[in-house]
C-alpha cells in the first residue's frame, strides 16, 4: 500500500508541477511523506517557495481520496499524512499469505555467489559472500524473478592442483574428518612441503599443464579432489540454510572450446598483445596492470575462463550478478572492461569489504584459521545455554532444534544486517542477545505474535486502528514490499535487515503500551488483526533473510 499511495501522489504532483522529479522523501517525525518541489519550482517561476507550496497545496486537496491521505502545508514543505482508509488497505494486505510478493517478472538473473576455492572449508570471510548472495536471491526470488543462484568451481587453476599432488605424493592418512577439512589438511601440507623444497614446484606446473591439454587420468583426479571438498562445503551451507541451483565447473569451458575462441576473438583485438604470455592492455580504460590471459607455458589463466564463463552467462540471462569480496574489485573492473571490449554483457558486482573474528585475521594456506563450521558449532552451543535457560521445561530436541535456528539466524542477521560496503567483526555475544536488535531477537518478537495469537483464538479481522503506537506499527507493515523493492534495485540486503529489526521494535513497544487480550469487543477484534499482520510480514521477512520464523522460543 506504501508503494501504490507513493507512487500515486508522485504521479499527481508530476501532472501539477510538470516536473519530473516530485522530490518526494520521507517525512521523519512530521509527515507520512513530504516534498520539496517547491525550492526547485521557485527557481524556475523566481517566486517565494512558501507561495508555491500554498498554491500547490489547495490544488492537491482536489485530489485527496477519502481515507487515504490528506496533504498538510507547512512553510514550502507539502507533507502528506495517510489515512484510515490506506491503514486498512495495509492492514488487509499483510495479512495474505505471501504478503510482499510481486507480480511474476519475465527476467532471469545469474546471481554467483560464494564461488570459495576447493581446496579447505569455508570460513567467516566465506560465509559473508555467502549469506549476501542468497539473501538477495530469496529478494529477487519473493519479487518474482526468475533467479539461478550458481557456484562458479574452480576445479583446474593452482591450489587444486597442490591438492591434486598432496594426494598422490605425500602418503598422508586417509580421510577421517568432514571432507573440506580433509582436503585443507592435504592443501596446508603440500604447501609446507613445497616450501621446504621448492624445486618440486615443477611438478604442479606439470599437471596444470596436463589438465589443460585434457589428459584424461589427469581431468579425473582434479575432478575427484574437488569433489571430496565440494561435498563437504555443501553441507556448510546446507547448515547456513544456503543452496545453489547450479555448480558451474571451471573447466567446462576450456573442455567445450569456449576459453579458446574467446581467446581468439582477443587476439584479434588492437588491445592484445603477445610476447611471452597473451595480455589486454586496458590503459584507456585506466588500468595500469596488464590483463594476463594466457602464459608464458600456453596454459590459460583464471581471467581467461571467466571471461568465457561470463559470456556463456550473458547469452542465456538478461541480468549478471556476482558476489565478490573487496580484494576483487581491480579483477572484477577489468572483467568488465574486457567484457565491453568485446561486445558482450558485464555483470554488475556486489563487493563486499570483509567479516572477522575478534580472535583476528585467518588464512588458509597458513593453516590459521576459523572454520564456518566452527563457528557455527560455537555459536549453537551458545545458542543451547540460553535456550535452556529459559526454556528448560522443554525436552532436549526441543531445545536443540530451537538453538539450531536460533545460532543460524545468529549468524545470518549479525553479518547480514551491515551494508557490504563496511567491514565487521562477528561477535557472538551481540549476535545471540535475545534482548538487542539480533536475528534472535526478531525471532522471539514473531514467536510472541504467534504467542499471543494461539492465546487469543478464534476472531473475526476488524481494522479500527487507534493510537500513535498501532498507526506507526501498521503504516511500517505497509513498506515491506517498497523495501523489497529497493533490496533487488540498489542490491542492499541489509535495508531487509534493519527493516525487520524496526519493525520487531515497533511491535514490542505496541505489546508494552497497548493491551491485547485484556481488551474487548472491536478493540481486541482489531488488535488481534494488527497482530497477525505483524506475524505474517515477520514470517515473510525472516524467511526472506533465510531465517527460521519460529512458532514458540
Known amino acids: 500500500m506504501y508503494r501504490e499511495t507513493r507512487d500515486e501522489i508522485k504521479d499527481i504532483l508530476r501532472d501539477l508541477t510538470g516536473q519530473e522529479d516530485a522530490e518526494l522523501v520521507d517525512g521523519g517525525t512530521h509527515a507520512d511523506l513530504a516534498s520539496t ?4 519550482l ?3 517561476q523566481r ?15 482536489e485530489y485527496e481520496k477519502a481515507g487515504l491521505f490528506r496533504v498538510e502545508i507547512k512553510g514550502p514543505y507539502l507533507n502528506f499524512h495517510f489515512g484510515e482508509e490506506y491503514l486498512k488497505k495495509s492492514l488487509q494486505a499483510a495479512l495474505q499469505s505471501g504478503y510482499g510478493a510481486i507480480a511474476s517478472q519475465e527476467v532471469r538473473i545469474a546471481l554467483e555467489h560464494t564461488s570459495a576455492n576447493p581446496n579447505g572449508p569455508l570460513h567467516v570471510g566465506h560465509i559473508r559472500n555467502s549469506i549476501l548472495g542468497d539473501t538477495l536471491a530469496r529478494a529477487f526470488k519473493k519479487g518474482g524473478y526468475r533467479v539461478e543462484r550458481q557456484y562458479y568451481v574452480n576445479d583446474i587453476g593452482r591450489q587444486i592442483a597442490i591438492v591434486v599432488w598432496g594426494l598422490t605424493t605425500l602418503g598422508l592418512p586417509t580421510q577421517q574428518e ?11 601440507a603440500a604447501n609446507r612441503a613445497l616450501e621446504k623444497d621448492p624445486g618440486q614446484v615443477v611438478e604442479i606446473d606439470e599437471l596444470m599443464q ?15 579432489a574437488v569433489s571430496i571438498c565440494l561435498e563437504g562445503i555443501k553441507g556448510t551451507l546446507r547448515d547456513l540454510r544456503i543452496h545453489h541451483d547450479r555448480y558451474v565447473w571451471e573447466s567446462d569451458f576450456i573442455r567445450n572450446g569456449d576459453v579458446e575462441r574467446v581467446i581468439e576473438r582477443i587476439r584479434k583485438m588492437p588491445q592484445a598483445h603477445e610476447d611471452e604470455t597473451l595480455w589486454v592492455d586496458l590503459s584507456e580504460e585506466g588500468f595500469e596492470n596488464r590483463y594476463i590471459l594466457r602464459r608464458s607455458d600456453g596454459t590459460t589463466v583464471y581471467a581467461a575462463r571467466d571471461l568465457a564463463f561470463h559470456i556463456w552467462k550473458g547469452r542465456n540471462f538478461e541480468v549478471l550478478i556476482d558476489i565478490l569480496g573487496a580484494d576483487h574489485k581491480l579483477i572484477g573492473a577489468q572483467l568488465i572492461a574486457t567484457l565491453r571490449l568485446l561486445g558482450e554483457k558485464p555483470p554488475t558486482i556486489l563487493h563486499f569489504e570483509f567479516v572477522s573474528l575478534p580472535e583476528g585475521s585467518m588464512s588458509t594456506r597458513a593453516g590459521k584459521f576459523v572454520s564456518a563450521d566452527e563457528l557455527i558449532a560455537e555459536v549453537t552451543e551458545k545458542a543451547l545455554e540460553e535456550v535452556t535457560k529459559r526454556r528448560p521445561e522443554l525436552s532436549d530436541r526441543a531445545r536443540e532444534e530451537i538453538a539450531s535456528s536460533v ?10 544486517k551491515v551494508s557490504p560496503e563496511k567491514s565487521t567483526v562477528f561477535d557472538w555475544r551481540e549476535a545471540l542477545d535475545f534482548e538487542r536488535q539480533s536475528g534472535p531477537y526478531i525471532q522471539y518478537a514473531h514467536a510472541r505474535a504467534c504467542s499471543i495469537l494461539e492465546k487469543a483464538g478464534e476472531f473475526s479481522p476488524a481494522y479500527q486502528i487507534e493510537g500513535p503506537h498501532e498507526a506507526a506499527l501498521v503504516k511500517h507493515i505497509s513498506r515491506f514490499p517498497f523495501v523489497l523493492d529497493q533490496v533487488v534495485q540498489e542490491l542492499r540486503p541489509h535495508l531487509l535487515a534493519v527493516y525487520a529489526r524496526d519493525l520487531a521494535d515497533l511491535f514490542n513497544t505496541f505489546y508494552r ?7 474487548e469487543g472491536e478493540v481486541r477484534n482489531s488488535r488481534l488483526t494488527l497482530v497477525k499482520a505483524t506475524q505474517n510480514t515477520l514470517k515473510e521477512a525472516l524467511e526472506t533473510l533465510g531465517i527460521d520464523a519460529l512458532a514458540t522460543m
Open 42 to 44: 521557485a527557481r524556475v
Open 47 to 61: 517566486r517565494p517557495p512558501v507561495e508555491i507550496a500554498r498554491e500547490l497545496g489547495a490544488r492537491l486537496r
Open 407 to 416: 545460532a543460524i539466524a545468529a549468524i545470518r542477521y549479525d553479518i547480514v
Open 513 to 519: 503500551y497497548v493491551p491485547v487480550l485484556r481488551s
Open 210 to 224: 596436463r589438465v589443460e591439454r585434457g589428459e584424461k587420468e589427469m581431468v579425473r583426479r582434479f575432478r575427484e
Open 178 to 188: 568432514k571432507e573440506d577439512h580433509y582436503i585443507a589438511r592435504i592443501y596446508i
Open 37 to 40: 518541489i517547491a525550492f526547485s
